[in-house]
């Protein structure tokens, strides 16, 4: 039995549902990602489980506790909001604090608490300031040592870092992460961002209208997505039927050593730009993987690479390279069978 067990979770606002049954076991010092995109309903799970909403099927539990009808107060979860939700008129060392004062703790153990926790997300020296007087990244650390406070049975984390700036960003998801590691805490986190779930969690719930598409090691969901939609959601921004390759004489797929069949007709194949390589038309083609003959239409410097649109007839393929192909050069586009992510197309929607 894992730590935090959420069980063919329904969850519906009037006549829409919005949660499928959910299935979810979370071990203990584990970080979920939620990942998903805009109203598949990571909000919601997140809100059923600190029990702010209600829930039409299923059960929740946290260590063998059944806290599916627990009011939010009793279910020892806390919950850091996007927004940092602080109290703007109290110093830095007495929001910490706050959740221990409700709770009747004594002065003295609340001060040392509050010092302990001060220096776990490195802001010593800041315990008398206004939080209206600290970075965004300052504020977040605060929302973060304040949730800690009360050792949460769960930490769940609503688009943490969304409101901070870039840089920022980068450097406090790593902070979270190492947090995470050293004190252990079972947590839950919502994101949008495919890099921030890949960065900071131990395993990624993938969620799609309401359901779990696919849960797995950042590994698992980068390299082995199991749908059609995990792939495109984790960057596999080109797509070809089978049906269309074996239609263009300017393009080739071969897989385990065979040219495709008629009977893989059905297949759909799906890869990054990353995972594309570019060469001119005279070089010896490889002879495994999908390999497609076109037309450079346009190249776009992104930094550290410069990314191409190949169009071949009447699809347009991306491919990144660290050279910039003109527009107009012929090329041949390779990506390794080891990179494509084939299904069948009963998979895709
Ligand atoms: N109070 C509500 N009443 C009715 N429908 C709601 C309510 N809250 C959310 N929904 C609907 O439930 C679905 C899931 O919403 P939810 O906020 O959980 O998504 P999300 O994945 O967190 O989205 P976002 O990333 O935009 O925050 C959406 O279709 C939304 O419109």
Same mark, same amino acid.
């Given at each position: 039995m894992s730590y935090l067990n959420i069980s063919r979770l329904k969850i519906s606002y009037g006549e829409k549902v919005v949660l499928h049954n959910i299935d979810l076991a979370v071990e203990k010092g584990e970080m979920i990602a939620l990942l998903g995109p805009s109203g598949c309903g990571k909000t919601t799970l997140l809100n059923a489980l600190c029990g702010?909403?209600?829930?039409n099927a299923g059960d929740i539990s946290i260590a063998g506790r059944?806290?599916?009808?627990?009011?939010?107060?009793?279910?020892?979860?806390?919950?850091?909001?996007?927004?940092?939700?602080?109290?703007p008129h109290l110093t830095v060392a007495k929001n910490i604090g706050y959740g221990l004062k409700l709770r009747k703790w004594r002065r003295d153990d609340?001060? %040392?608490? !509050? =010092?302990?926790?001060? %220096?776990? !997300? =490195?802001?010593?020296?800041l315990a008398e300031m206004k939080v209206t007087e600290l970075s965004g990244g300052q504020r977040q650390r605060v929302a973060l040592a304040r949730?800690?406070?009360i050792e949460p049975d769960v930490l769940v984390l609503d688009e943490p870092l969304s409101n901070l700036d870039a840089k920022v960003r980068l450097n406090v998801r790593h902070e979270i992460k190492a947090l995470q590691k050293?004190?252990?805490?079972?947590?839950?986190?919502?994101?949008?961002?495919?890099?921030e779930a890949l960065v900071m969690a131990d395993r990624i719930a993938v969620l799609n209208q309401g359901k779990i598409e696919q849960i797995g090691t950042p590994e698992d969901i980068y390299q082995r997505p199991a749908t059609p939609f995990v792939a495109d959601f984790m960057g596999a921004d080109n797509k070809l039927s089978f049906n269309d390759i074996q239609a263009s004489a300017d393009m080739a797929l071969h897989i385990n050593g065979n040219y495709l069949s008629a009977s893989s007709q059905q297949q759909i194949v799906y890869f990054r730009s990353a995972d594309a390589g570019l060469s001119e038309l005279n070089c010896t083609p490889q002879d495994s993987g999908l390999t497609v003959e076109g037309l450079v239409e346009q190249s776009a410097f992104l930094g550290n690479l410069y990314r191409h649109s190949v169009r071949c007839n009447?699809?347009?393929l991306l491919a990144d390279a660290s050279i910039c192909w003109p527009p107009q050069t012929p090329v041949r586009l390779h990506v390794p069978a080891s990179a494509l992510h084939v299904f069948t197309s009963s998979h895709v929607r």
């Open positions: 702010f909403i209600n829930v059944d806290i599916t009808h627990s009011a939010p107060e009793q279910r020892n979860i806390t919950m850091v909001f996007q927004s940092y939700a602080l109290w609340i001060d %040392h608490r !509050v =010092n302990e926790l001060l %220096h776990i !997300v =490195n802001l010593s020296g949730a800690l406070a050293k004190l252990g805490f079972t947590s839950l986190i919502v994101t949008h961002d495919q890099q009447n699809h347009l």
